[in-house]
């Protein structure tokens, strides 16, 4: 996780495609000149921002009460911003540092919601075969995708030598305790591909809790879509990740449900006509270059910023053979080779705008 103060700190990327962005009535609720229709308040589409976790978040509520939506706003951003101040690597005293404080010393107690987030470390190495571990924040300072990025590339032998760190089977979860020890000295978890999906979540919950159930929460590439927007879906997209930012190369009717995304476009240097971006397959510690990007459908934000990040590392034909056996899980990669896949319950809901730029 990371510095609120710097650019995001994910490759994901999942955008809404919404007609309105200030408080605007909402251009899909009927409206007649009648006395009773007066009397009734219309439904507007409300938006905020807030800087959370190294990105932007904003939330979009459909909703006839000014008051009720302003209280939500401020709900969902707290609910955010207690996930980042748990679960940042930036924060000195979060959980997450002062279990990478403690590497090889000894067990550090920590937040239950923490704890729920670094649980899934074995099953995402298991069922990633190594390709996505937790302990790659080792390689942290080493590649420089954040604010440090200064153009330079780490050599071969220094990445060998920080791999030697990695491995999630070193991670010691004692779940009676909420406990996580760290076996060796000089291990660094990082929660980047996970932490953010599960923020969501709290705030997804925190708005819900205040009665309003239509509305959208994107942090950088995660996304929930919650409801309607009046008497349609939310239509939300998935990026070209050659093309600009607000370049759209399918869209998606969307509606109680998660759509994000994992790309290499947000954070990476160009080298030799290569692009090296802040994916680590976590068995080389070099970026995963066999894929571009892979936006997932999932109930939730927390699962799907696991899967996309998972599936992204793991290589197209592996992953995308995950999906078709993996019930609530649908997923469109874009490989290497710019070939786009999509799994089959999403086929015939995906309507494409375009075919994905060229480009390295």
Known sequence: MSNPARKSWTMLFAFALLSACKNTPADSVPHSPTSIDAAQPLAQLFTRSHPCMGTRCDVQIFHTDTQLANTAFLRAFEALDRVDVLMSTWLENSDVSRINQSAGLEPVVIHPETFAVIQKAPWLGDV???????????????????????????????????????????????????????????????????????????????????????????????????????????????????????????KLELSNGAFNTSGDYERFVLRDNRRYHHILDARTGFPSMSTRSVTVLADTSFDADMWDTMLFVMGPEKAMALVEKTDGIEAVIIDADNHVHISSGLRDRLTKVRDPSPGI
């Open 128 to 250: 990633s075969e190594g390709a996505f571990d937790l302990t790659v924040g080792v390689f942290r300072g080493l590649w420089k995708f954040d604010e440090d990025n200064d153009g330079s590339l780490p050599s071969r032998a220094m990445v060998k030598e920080r791999l030697k760190l990695v491995n999630y089977r070193d991670i010691i979860l004692d779940e009676t305790k909420t406990s996580v020890f760290l076996k060796r000295k000089g291990m660094k978890l990082t929660l980047g591909g996970t932490a953010k999906g599960y923020a969501v979540d709290a705030a997804v919950k925190a708005i819900r809790d205040t009665g309003i159930q239509d509305f959208i929460v994107q942090a950088g590439g995660d996304l929930f879509a919650s409801g309607t927007r009046g008497d349609r879906k939310w239509r939300v997209g998935i990026r070209d990740p050659r093309g600009s930012r607000e370049s759209v190369i399918y």
